[in-house]
């Protein structure tokens, strides 16, 4: 039996992307901040929510960095939210954040944005909100494009390189929704929290070799 290692740095939801990835027969699945673990793990799985300076603290602190440099080259690996968002070069929040920088790109705060209307965006963008894909890939199978997944965030990322991005969301304005390279796949949006499309993306990425 394959095994899914949920890393554990103390900043995120995990047991529920865990159920999740229980729920559609991904494998054996350890939420765990063992490096060893997560070394020996068939994929891993990267979730994140809250403020990205004490998530890239924790990080940091536990050798994670590195680590998912590591692992994330050679194996299927999902970002999932602030843990998409970390894998940029610098966030905007909390007056300036350098991150992992496994992807070129910045992340921006929404509330600075108009939205086509000329009116302010509400922040957090919080709900469902379509998803188009980009560009064909694995882990967007059975999902059809325009699908609906949800989302809780206040800032977008901007992407370094836009054949990096295989979906796109609106809110205001176009952001990247998900990206990808390699083995490497990152959502901005919660597919533990996503229902049917959300799940199928789940199963698609415990059945993916991580080519691409």
């Known amino acids: 039996m394959q095994t899914v290692a949920v890393i554990d740095y103390g900043m995120g939801n995990l047991h529920s992307v865990a159920k999740a990835l229980e729920h559609v027969g991904a494998g054996r699945v350890l939420v765990t901040s063992d490096a060893k673990v997560i070394r020996e793990a068939d994929r891993v799985v990267f979730p994140g929510v809250g403020a990205i300076r004490d998530c890239m603290a924790e990080i940091r602190r536990l050798g994670f960095d590195e680590l998912v440099r590591e692992v994330s080259a050679d194996r299927p690996f999902l970002g999932i939210c602030v843990g998409m968002q970390a894998l940029l070069e610098r966030s905007e929040e909390n007056d300036g954040v350098d991150c992992i920088g ?16 000329g009116e302010r965006l509400k922040v957090p963008h919080m709900g469902w909100n379509e998803v188009s894909q980009a560009v064909k890939h694995p882990l967007w199978h059975d999902i059809p494009d ?5 989302f809780v965030h206040s800032y977008y990322i901007e992407a370094g390189k836009p054949q990096q991005v295989v979906g796109r969301g609106h809110y205001g304005k176009d952001f990247a929704a998900a990206l990808a390279e390699g083995s490497r796949f990152a959502v901005q949006f919660h597919p533990e929290k996503s229902h049917t499309h959300g799940l199928q993306l789940l199963q698609n990425f415990a059945a993916w070799d991580g080519r691409w």
């Open 102 to 117: 496994l992807f070129p790109g910045q992340v921006r705060f929404f509330g600075k944005d108009l939205s086509e209307d």
């Open 146 to 150: 325009n699908a609906r997944f949800y």
